[in-house]
């Protein structure tokens, strides 16, 4: 199989991440339930991956990341925990429904919410989006890039609208975080979501959230921490508010690893083998009859994504026969971004996506795009 459904999830990961697991099934405890040797191995492994996530994102301190199961659970936490009746929200139409769907639930218990509409290549208006901003307006949620088009929002002007206007700045890094460098205190974000599975390489069933020093999040989820039991109320210091019940700890070791090795390689070194792939995607395919790539190809900066449809053909029967004639693994259908595929015109028919990993290799691309010649 060639393998090019990355937005989804990265399928090969690093081999320290499959050892970093392997050694956590065999010696790891419970984080803060005892104090036997097991128990504070997994304390110490965890509390060790705080660090580096802290590091990698430059939060404050360790204990501003809330360790979650992923991007939606990470994002559910936040958007249901920081708005009440009576704030407005600001988001975009290039969100995946782990945004949209809880702010739709956050506007059905009194929330206001404004969507920003894109333009025909799936570029957002910053003067559209300050000009949105109300005397109640409590935040800006937005993603980092589009999982349909690739397509990027710049965070930093963003960032600088929020802060200007006295409102908090949360992003999904779903398609970013490991690909591209954030640096949350730098780019003025208040939350950020992310996910262990993608970008990160690391395994599934690992993500968090950094919370900023002075943002408080109402807990979605209250139960065993392993501290202050006789408390009738979950803990309140972070990172234990978010943190409810026993931790992924075999999955964040195997995160732990997935970070070790970025540093270890560099993001810049992988993001730069996943461009050029996607570039040498897209020159062969763009100029092909009846193929429609969407998104902005001009930006230097996007995900290494390449999203298209062939002729009039529905996007699942391209994408199976990629699959069982050619052996190429892609993502036809909805990719749950509605209102991206509402403002493309693509509702009935969905589309193709490619996705990029730096493990993928030019002799993959040149087949997958003879592939498509030949369909």
Not at 75 to 92: E, S
Not at 103 to 111: D, I, K, N
């Amino acid at each position: 199989m060639i393998y090019m459904d990355n937005a989804a999830t990265t399928l090969q990961k690093p081999e320290e991440v499959k050892q970093a697991i392997l050694y956590a099934l065999e010696h790891m405890g419970n984080a803060g339930r005892g104090g036997t040797e097991a128990a504070l191995d997994a304390s110490r492994s965890i509390y060790a991956v705080r660090e580096k996530l802290a590091d990698f994102f430059n939060a404050e301190r360790p204990t501003r990341i809330a360790f979650t199961a992923n991007s939606t659970e990470s994002l559910n936490i936040a958007l249901k925990g920081l708005f009440q009746p009576g704030d407005h929200v600001i988001t975009t139409v290039l969100e995946h429904n782990s945004v949209l769907r809880p702010l739709y639930w956050c506007q059905e218990q009194g929330v206001e919410l404004t969507i920003l509409n894109c333009d025909e290549k799936g570029n957002l208006s910053y003067e559209e989006m300050e000009n949105a901003v109300r005397d109640n307006t409590k935040a800006i949620v937005c993603t980092h890039a589009s999982n349909l088009t690739g397509n990027m929002i710049d965070l930093k002007r963003v960032g600088q609208i929020a802060s200007k206007k006295h409102i908090l700045f949360v992003v999904d890094a779903s398609q970013t975080a490991g690909v591209y460098p954030i640096d949350v205190q730098e780019l003025g974000v208040d939350v950020l979501c992310f996910t262990g599975h993608k970008g990160l390489l690391g395994p599934q069933g690992t993500g968090g959230l950094y919370v900023r020093e002075g943002v408080e999040i109402r807990p979605l989820l209250c139960g065993g921490s392993g501290v202050d039991t006789y408390n009738m109320h979950h803990p309140s210091q972070m990172p234990t508010a978010l943190e409810a019940g026993t931790l992924n700890g075999h999955g964040i070791a195997g995160l732990g690893a997935a970070i070790d090795y970025l540093n270890r390689i560099g993001i810049d070194v992988i993001r730069e083998k996943e461009l050029h792939l996607m570039r040498r995607f897209y020159d062969g395919i763009s100029q092909i009859p009846d193929v429609k790539v969407y998104g902005d190809f001009t930006a230097e900066e996007r995900a290494p994504i390449v999203t298209f449809n062939l002729g009039d053909y529905d996007s699942s029967e391209v994408s199976d026969e990629l699959n069982e004639v050619y052996g190429i693994a892609t993502r036809p259908g909805a990719h749950c971004a509605p209102l991206m595929h509402k403002a493309l015109g693509t509702v009935e028919q969905g589309a193709v996506r490619f996705s990029f990993s730096h493990y993928n290799t030019e002799e993959e691309v040149d087949f997958a795009i003879r592939a498509i010649k030949e369909l």
